[in-house]
């Protein structure tokens, strides 16, 4: 989950490689370092622990010129973060210097073999056992740069993404991936390299996604060369990609996170469009229409899917249980792929990752794939890993999310769900007229309703100044519900540091009522839906214990209203959509609390936005 950029032109390198190197700061931000070979061939490499802005500052009296040059943020896997353990890595001649995004398994046996060789090492990483085991075989066999990388790799376990700089060749970069993402932009004689387009979207539209084993020569005023670790050449396709420039950046937020929490409405009206159709009352996904028969010949859903994107699949259950009458299994991914599960011709696997590059969701997939399972990505990346591994599936069209909190994308991942339930559901014809006709035309005014609730951010900044110095948090809700509580709970403990649990409201008298005094504030998500009642007892349980608690009602709610410290009333909904407006007053709380508590909340510690490591 460490960001890479690569850029080698007529420009000047550093400044577009420390912009590329902001833009994927929010995979990682241990570390940085730039590495570029100037007009007298010397290659140069300048790194220091801390964000992009350290090493800006370190580099200000530095030699940063030339035309060719890698750069690299961090989030540390292998060795605590520092100078020494930042990228880029030097060979031990110093004619060499790589990036690298991912694990080496086999590491620490490269590098026993290599010390018995006399290499020495000035790291705790992964990565540099790396480039001096591609500079050892380069020089032992005295061979190509290219062709001692292929040679390395095949003797790697692991994942990568890597670039590679050889002072030796000055107009040439080497970038190979396997199981991390890695996008070279083909510009006007120039070419530009990211782990995503985000750094390369304000220079070109054209762009290769390197798949799995391919290793890409990116050489000055030549073609785009991709091979294999075999040497065989390959061609890949230039695909155009569709970003806007003001999508990644705040555009007068004081941060993503904010500017992403306010674009949701937006964000659902973009991944219905052309999906509802509100005029002939019904939901349309091509996936539905094109597979049909795979899908409605299922006799079981499994979704797969890791933190934020595991909660959304929890609402995404209880929808396609109750409208198409189909068991469904929400898993861990990081536990699915490992535990032997049973996985049948006929089952449906759903993935849902944001970035479509998480690497347990990812391995679930592969996993499923070889047990014969119909695979059904949800992903918001457009051409990112999993979508090109799966058969079919469905963009959630949310646009770029920086800030490492996901926020628009769990919307946009619910949204999709639905969609996809309903369509379903239709399909199946179990759902009655009636309900499909409510269901869709309350669907068409989430984002209204969303706009509206987006008016309390100040009612909300306020209250949250209340509950900063809180040292735990509880969350509390109840069927579709239940999964915005734990969804609330990780935004909070995410971006605030303030240890906060969500649970089914029901659950709380089996342990976790415990805890609760006037000191611990209880956010309860208390809509007037079929569970109004029961979670209404839960408060009074809370209260007759001192606890503070902060009710998410329905608008006009007078019962709970007179009992709760503190209210935020939201539109009323149908109660399958309740998750798609009761998130926000939850996302706001986390944010405001964080802010108030002087927190990074776009760049949390310890945390990147991209899990592209196990």
Request: hydrophobic residues 40%; contains cysteine; negative net charge.
């Amino acid at each position: 989950m460490c960001g890479i950029v690569g850029y080698i032109g007529n420009k000047e390198a550093f400044p577009i490689l420390i912009k590329g190197l902001r833009r994927l700061e929010y995979r990682g931000y241990d570390s940085a370092g730039v590495a570029l070979i100037n007009d007298n061939g010397d290659l140069n490499v300048f790194k220091t622990k801390g964000k992009v802005d350290n090493l800006v500052e370190y580099c200000s009296d530095k030699n940063v010129t030339g035309n060719i040059g890698i750069a690299h943020t961090r989030w540390a896997t292998h060795g605590e973060p520092s100078s020494l353990n930042a990228h880029p890595h030097y060979s031990q001649s110093k004619n060499l210097a790589i990036i690298h995004n991912g694990i080496i398994e086999n590491y620490s046996q490269l590098r026993s073999r290599l010390q018995a060789k006399g290499i020495s090492f000035v790291s705790d990483t992964d990565t540099e056992v790396l480039v001096q085991l591609i500079e050892f075989i380069q020089e032992e066999k005295n061979i190509d740069l290219l062709t001692a990388v292929q040679l390395a790799l095949n003797e790697v376990i692991g994942a990568y993404a890597i670039a590679i700089l050889d002072h030796r060749n000055p107009d040439t970069i080497i970038a190979a991936r396997n199981q991390s993402p890695l996008v070279v932009g083909i510009g006007d004689d120039e070419y530009f390299l990211g782990s995503d387009a985000s750094p390369i979207v304000e220079y070109t539209d054209k762009v290769v996604y390197l798949e799995d084993g391919n290793i890409a020569v990116i050489k000055r005023h030549d073609d785009l060369k991709v091979v294999n670790i075999q040497n065989r050449k390959l061609y890949p396709e230039i695909q155009t990609i569709d970003i806007n420039l003001g999508q990644i950046e705040k555009g007068g937020y004081p941060h993503f996170m904010l500017k992403e929490i306010f674009e949701q409405p937006d964000c659902i009206t973009n991944c219905m469009r052309g999906r509802v159709n509100i005029d002939t009352d019904n939901v349309v996904l091509s996936a539905v229409i094109d597979y049909k028969k795979q899908l409605l010949q299922a006799k079981r859903f499994v979704i797969v899917a890791c933190g934020t994107s595991w909660h959304a699949g929890l609402i995404g259950k209880q929808m396609i249980e109750s409208f198409c009458r189909i068991p469904v299994e929400v898993e861990y991914a990081s536990e699915f792929r490992y535990r032997n599960p049973v996985i049948c011709k006929d089952d449906v696997v759903i993935a849902i990752s944001q970035s479509g590059e998480t690497a347990d969701t990812l391995a679930a997939v592969k996993l499923a794939k070889r047990h014969g399972a119909f695979i059904y990505g949800i992903c918001n990346a457009i051409g990112s890993s999993i979508p090109r591994a799966t058969d079919t599936g469905s963009y959630i069209h949310v646009g770029p999310e920086i800030g490492v909190a996901s926020t628009k994308a769990f919307t946009g991942q619910v949204s999709v769900l639905t969609m996809l339930a309903l369509a379903l559901a239709k399909e199946r014809g179990t759902i009655s007229s009636a309900d499909y006709l409510k269901i869709v035309e309350e669907l068409h005014q989430i984002p209204n309703k969303m706009k509206e609730l987006l008016k309390l951010n100040k009612r909300i900044a306020d209250l949250s100044r209340t509950f900063t110095y809180a040292r735990d948090f509880l969350f509390l809700g109840r069927g579709y519900n239940y999964p915005v509580a734990l969804e609330g709970a990780l935004k909070l403990k995410e971006i605030s540091y303030i240890h906060a649990e969500g649970y089914p409201a029901a659950e709380m008298k089996h342990g976790p009522i415990a805890l609760i005094d006037s000191d611990m504030p209880v956010v309860v998500i208390a809509t007037h839906n079929a569970m109004y009642d029961k979670v209404l007892s839960n408060i009074q349980e809370v209260k007759a214990r001192k606890g503070k608690v902060i009710a998410i009602v329905s608008k006009g709610d007078e019962t709970i209203s007179r009992i709760a410290d503190e209210v935020i009333e939201m539109p009323a909904t149908i109660e399958c959509l309740e998750p798609l407006l009761a998130t926000i007053p939850l996302q706001l709380l986390a944010y405001h609390i964080a802010v108030c508590r002087g927190k990074d909340v776009d760049q949390p510690r310890n945390l990147a936005k991209s899990v592209t490591v196990e």
